[in-house]
DNA sequence: CACGATTATATGTCTAGACATATAAGTCAA
DNA sequence: TTGACTTATATGTCTAGACATATAATCGTG
């Protein structure tokens, strides 16, 4: 779903919905506005309905149109600001910039969670967690510390996963299938601890990415990565609005 | 295109799309995983062709599934990390909370573009400008400070909107159709302009927005938002890895 | 064995119908 | 005017076919 035409064969689906979608993004139908009828689409590609149905199906599923019944189809107003933010696995970010990934296990240790741990997990009850503070450097420069928990009652594997090597977060992509995360994202000035871990100055600004994963309702991780400000960003790209 | 089963009724289409979204979320058809074919689906549902390849195109739409000619369809290796961050105009953000919204035109200059003005819209010849700085806030608490640049040969009409009352951002989503953006998210620190702005002490974390916003290719405004390193956060919701 | 030609096959697109169903709009009575 | 009922209609889903096309697999040949 890219805003930039595809180069692949024009059929005839593709190129009503391509007519359609060209129309919505210039503003000349613009939000509120109903598109025609599939019968008169029908009429003025002279094709049948079910391939005019298909291209606006997929608008639909793009949630450029709505559809109602009776009704018709209507340009959706722009979901306002709403970005794809890609936040990269670490390991891979730093190899993709031609940069030498480092890893470093600062600490792990396996503890019936604490009261702080299930509120961070957000579970209730008590359970075996891992408790993980790792180093992640490019060219064997600071680049993020993460301090993560694990709750093993959902990933009883990670108890025995050898993390002295591989980062968490990459163990987990490979052992936990399809999960739901929220991240938060913040700002804060680095305390004495995250300034000697990253080896920036006590005060200096730090990119805070709060990361909270499950699955099907099931608590897997909740982890925070702390980047030095300065020198890192997030890029997201989006489209509308 | 959301991870909670939607409550719609259960057509054969969505049910046969169920059935296999369940099976690459739970892990049991993992990433590369090669699904049945049509017309082993076709069987098995007791259904015509067009039925379950509406189903597998959907999901193809949606990235869960790869469909290659021949070889058939494969489950997708997640796309890690891909969040969807949903930044809300600031205003719509703020009565969101159930806060009070204020605005504050700081100071609007027109001029045709500096050196530095073209660098940071990404044009090369020169044009009109409009520079604006503004401040809104929430129950009267400084909540963000906006300094922003608009391309007036792309929005001409900016040069005559009363950016007294309304905030640019409010205006331009009102008058341009769709756009798409670049963010990027990096932290600082206060420096005396921005504690004053913000009413925080220097060198108190803020968190910082950049966003370059074009249409077709045409620069519109770049923007750069600056809030509170503590007390706003941004969340990102989604789901892959 | 390497490489080019052939073939088999799964997906891609499309048709001309059908019936289902939600709902906007019109109708009529209280 | 309002509320309840009816009707018309646009979309939602589905079928049983058809031909197109990319390509994995096979087969032959040098």
Redesign the pocket.
């Known amino acids: 779903m890219s805003l930039v035409t595809d180069a ?2 024009p ?6 919905r391509a007519d359609i979608e060209k129309r919505i993004l210039t503003g000349e139908w613009p939000p509120g506005h ?8 029908v009429a003025r ?13 997929e608008l ?1 599923q793009a949630d450029l149109i709505e ?7 209507f340009v959706r107003r722009p979901q306002h600001q709403s970005a794809v933010l890609k936040i990269a696995d670490i390991r891979a970010e730093i190899t993709a910039l031609g940069r030498t990934y480092g890893y470093e296990l600062i600490q792990r240790k396996l503890r019936t969670a604490t009261s702080a741990d299930r509120d961070r997990l957000g579970v209730s009850k008590a359970g075996k967690v891992v408790a993980i503070a790792c180093r992640h450097s490019a060219d064997n420069v600071p680049f993020a510390v993460e301090d993560r928990l694990i709750d093993l009652s959902s990933v009883p594997d990670a108890a025995t996963a050898d993390f002295s090597r591989e980062p968490p977060g990459s163990w987990l992509l490979h052992h936990v299938p399809w999960t739901e995360a929220e991240h938060t994202i913040s700002a804060i000035v680095a305390d004495e601890r995250a300034a000697e871990a990253l080896d920036i100055a006590v005060g200096a600004p730090c990119l805070v990415i709060d990361r909270y994963t499950w699955r099907s309702a099931r608590t897997i991780t909740a982890v925070r990565l702390l980047y030095p400000g300065d020198s890192h960003r997030l890029v997201a790209r989006f489209k509308g609005g």
């Open positions: 692949d064969k059929t005839l689906y593709k190129l009503i109903r598109i025609p009828f599939e019968h008169e689409l590609y002279g094709c049948s309905r079910m391939t005019v149905n298909k291209a606006l199906s639909a559809r109602r019944r009776r009704a018709g189809s």
